[in-house]
């Protein structure tokens, strides 16, 4: 959960909502839904990617370059990143 302002979707001007969508374009399928544990159930809000909102080129541009290293054209599969993500957060003490 993040502990500054955040701007929900439903909040979000026009320009910002095409942002989030666009980062939301790149990632595949299986990536659609949130991770709970993460801090992104129900309330967008308390998500990682939510907690750019407030420069939203800046949350654009990171989530972008990531979705596309998540790219299915790439060799990949997501039990893969899992398993990078997973010990990268282990190495680094992360909540995420």
Known sequence: MTWIKTVAF?????RLKKLMMDVRSLYPIEYEGGVESAGDGEDEREGVVASHTLIPDAMYHMFAGFGVL???????????????????????????
């Open 10 to 14: 439903e909040e979000a001007d026009e």
């Open 70 to 96: 998540m790219s299915t054209d790439l060799p990949l599969q997501r039990r893969q990143h899992e398993m990078i993500a997973t010990v990268v957060s282990a190495v680094n003490a992360c909540h995420y």
